[in-house]
């Protein structure tokens, strides 16, 4: 069967690389700005490489979309993997300890796979489509709180806020931390999406992301117990990557203040 | 020496109630809620105990001011203890894992011992007056980034945020974070401070913060380097607990972004 190879695959993958950032943490040589904004380093890019070339090595003729552009598009697979190097680079070029890898396989155009690996606290978020979810082995399930006023939440904003997208998030920000317990930002997409799946945070939302962020993670929710979707409930496409994602419980009351807010 | 016999005690509290913490951490009996928004459990009691007991067991006579009411004025004295057995306890109580135990010791008005330890990634940061700051007996300093669209930040949002102050600190947020690298949000300021004092982060503020939130860590920023005051650049006053903390090369920009936005 694929999935475990491809499980075996992606689980060296993302320790391998996961080591080698966490070595390197504190010890950038080079930062550059992908459209101005954007931050990558040496690291992200060698990271993608370790990764690809562990992946390709026993999946030679899938498609691969990867962040630092090491991915290619195969025309006789079904298979895509979605790559993040090294999710939360602002983060790790501060040293601010929070950022992982992750590393998702779709086939058909259906996840089947999610690996996140977050190397400074040693976790290793899994989940198999159908299988359930795991962190370091163990099984994990979405939180039991029902009530947005009792639940923690995360976001994040993009790189191009201020110039581009000044006013991007600010408003369900604001709305969502007035009627929770508070709304965390902590700067990486894949593991937000994590702790929603082993009940650290009752919900995560944000606006446009790429499909390497929330490829790995918008599975692991859902085979934790959780709902994912577009801010308005319809289907979570990974495409334009407006995505929110909560313990099933919450994910009404959550959508319908979104839907006051009007957002474009 | 009043300060090594301090230290030693100080240290000793906060390693016991960091590792009782860290063993309750998913397993809380009761939350109560102080004044109808911030969150309260039996775990911040214990620890709060637990604590006293230490500090009050080597200076019996000395003044404490504790979060959870466990304090008292002492007429003898001219050293005071401030004591915030958890801080982070929102959360604590969501298994979000940042969250600390921070002691701080002042004498004649002057704060003299800063310790801080957050028991889930097993860090203890700790400054004495005139001789550094340190994260587990390394010494730390503040970063070396000189420009705020450069710099990483962090804030926080009182817990009465959305009822009694609904637009309170969202300005700052948003105007912060359009001209850095971003406004993390992570739910605890004494552990935010520690982090300006490693380098992890290049400022934080907050407006409105407890004595207990702050006393340690603005010691330990000012040991590694950096600067404290309040948000127009007058001397942080711990009683109205509005603070900005920078590694001091940017203090001047931030403080003239705060002073165009006229805050109340």
Same mark, same amino acid.
């Given at each position: 069967m694929a999935v475990s190879k491809a499980k075996s695959a992606a689980f060296n993958a993302a320790l391998e690389a996961g080591k080698y950032i966490k070595e390197r943490r504190g010890n950038i040589k080079h930062?550059?700005?992908?459209?101005a904004f954007n931050i990558v380093t040496d690291v992200d890019k060698a990271s993608e490489?370790?990764?690809?070339?562990?992946l390709k090595s026993d999946f030679p003729d899938d498609s691969y979309v990867a962040e630092e552009g090491g991915g290619h598009e195969a025309s006789k697979t079904? %298979? *895509?993997?979605?790559v993040d190097? &090294? /999710?939360?680079?602002t983060n790790f070029t501060h040293s601010y300890p929070f950022f992982c890898?992750?590393?998702?396989?779709?086939?058909?155009?259906?996840?089947?796979?999610?690996?996140?690996?977050n190397p400074i606290a040693d976790e290793l978020f899994y989940a198999e489509r159908g299988k359930g979810a795991f962190l370091n082995d163990e099984p994990i399930t979405v939180s039991a709180i029902g009530e947005l006023r009792h639940s923690l939440l995360a976001?994040?904003?993009?790189?191009?806020?201020?110039?581009?997208?000044p006013h991007n998030n600010m408003?369900?920000?604001?709305?969502?931390?007035?009627?929770?317990?508070?709304? %965390? *930002?902590d700067g990486s997409?894949? &593991? /937000?999406?994590?702790?929603v799946a082993c009940g650290r945070l009752e919900g995560f939302w944000e606006l446009k992301l790429a499909p390497w962020d929330i490829a790995a993670g918008s599975l692991i929710v859902e085979e934790a117990g959780g709902r994912v979707s577009d801010l308005a409930d319809g289907p979570m496409d990974i495409s334009t990557g407006h995505i929110l994602a909560t313990n099933k419980l919450i994910h009404d009351e959550v959508v319908a203040e979104m839907k006051k807010l009007d957002l474009k």
């Open positions: 930062i550059d700005y992908k459209g490489k370790m990764i690809l070339e562990i079904e %298979r *895509r993997w979605y190097p &090294l /999710d939360g680079t890898v992750s590393i998702g396989m779709e086939e058909a155009g259906q996840m089947m796979l999610g690996v996140v690996y976001t994040g904003f993009p790189p191009d806020t201020g110039i581009i997208q408003v369900p920000f604001t709305t969502l931390t007035n009627l929770s317990h508070g709304v %965390r *930002r997409a894949a &593991l /937000d999406l994590c702790f």
